[in-house]
Each structure stands twice: as structure tokens, then as C-alpha cells.
């Protein structure tokens, strides 16, 4: 059985790894949420720059529905990003969690007796069970906020176009009247 990221047979507590290789685990982690989030403020940038650029005065419609449209783009993969970042924090909380079981086991030896005894089948399905709950969670809120706000947005003919590209346009149009 592989416990999380690991991959490898755990078959007792003393097998989930050493101090050190989950210490390199959280580094780890943390560079890739360090990056993730870089990335998803390059996103955010970009698309504050389409924006502004296809609201200056004189813009062609053309421009202003290119600029929808890589905003719209943007927006998706900042939602992607987004859910990227929230994995990572499951995983590093996963980690934290183990190294602060790790270091409580060094302190007190009927934790480690406990631990040791522990079926990591059971510690690893409470571990997936939390997050797919967190996951349907968010997807729900999701779900609920689709059917609220569009039974209150208005129909509009352009159907073949997305909410993040009308979004986009929207904000092109409020970036123009403000100039």
C-alpha cells in the first residue's frame, strides 16, 4: 500500500518515513506552492492587462473580444491553479500533521506504542475520506452558486460564449466607461 505522495509499502507507522525525508517532503510542498502561486499572479496580471488594454479609447470590437477571450482563458486557468494550491495544502497539512505526530512520538512512548500499533489503512483512508469530503465541499458551493446567479443574470443571445468570457467583457466595458 503507498500512503500519499509516497508510493511505497507501508505496512507500520515506522514505515510513513523518516523525519528527514518528510522534512524534504514539506520543502518540497512548499516551492511547489511558492511557484503555483507565482503563477497564478502572472495569470491575474495578464489578464488585468487585457483589460485595460481593450478598454483604452479607440479599441476595435475585435480587439475587445481577443482580449475577452485570453481574459476568459486566464480566468480558467487561474480556477486550475487554484485548485492546484489547494491540494498542495492538503498535502502539506498532511505532512505537518505526521511530523508533529513524529515529534509528539519522540516525547512520550506510549504515543510511539500507539502509533506503532496503528493500522495505516485506516489512517490513510481517514486521510482521503477528509479530503474528498473538502472536495465535494467545494464543488457543491460551486454547483449552488451556478444555479443562484443564473437564474438572476439576464438571458443573453450570444449563448455560444462562456460565463468567463461574457465576465471578461463585462469588465472591459466598466474599465471604458471609468476612462
Known amino acids: 500500500m503507498g500512503f500519499l505522495w509516497f508510493g511505497k509499502n507501508i505496512d507500520t507507522w515506522k514505515d510513513i518515513g ?3 525525508d518528510l522534512k524534504e517532503q514539506q520543502t518540497k510542498l512548499q516551492v511547489e506552492w511558492d511557484v503555483t502561486l507565482a503563477k497564478k499572479t502572472e495569470a491575474e496580471r495578464f489578464s488585468n492587462a487585457y483589460a485595460d488594454e481593450a478598454a483604452k479609447e479607440g479599441t476595435s470590437s ?6 475577452a477571450y485570453e481574459m ?4 480558467k486557468r487561474t480556477r486550475r491553479l487554484d485548485e ?3 491540494l498542495i495544502q492538503v498535502n502539506l497539512e498532511t505532512v505537518q500533521t505526521v511530523l508533529a505526530l513524529k515529534d509528539a512520538e519522540q516525547r512520550d512512548k506510549d504515543l510511539s506504542v500507539s502509533l506503532g500499533n496503528l493500522n495505516p489503512d485506516k489512517l490513510q483512508d ?7 469530503a473538502r472536495k465535494e465541499q467545494r ?7 451556478t444555479i443562484v446567479t443564473s437564474q438572476s443574470s439576464a438571458m443573453t443571445i450570444e449563448v455560444e460564449k ?6 471578461a467583457e463585462a469588465e472591459i466595458e466598466k474599465r471604458r466607461a471609468g476612462a
Open 18 to 20: 523518516s523525519e528527514k
Open 62 to 67: 475585435g480587439t475587445r473580444e481577443r482580449a
Open 72 to 75: 476568459s482563458q486566464l480566468t
Open 84 to 86: 492546484e494550491i489547494n
Open 126 to 132: 481517514t486521510l482521503t475520506k477528509a479530503t474528498q
Open 139 to 145: 464543488n457543491l458551493a460551486k454547483e449552488i452558486n
Open 162 to 167: 462562456d460565463e468567463d468570457i461574457r465576465a
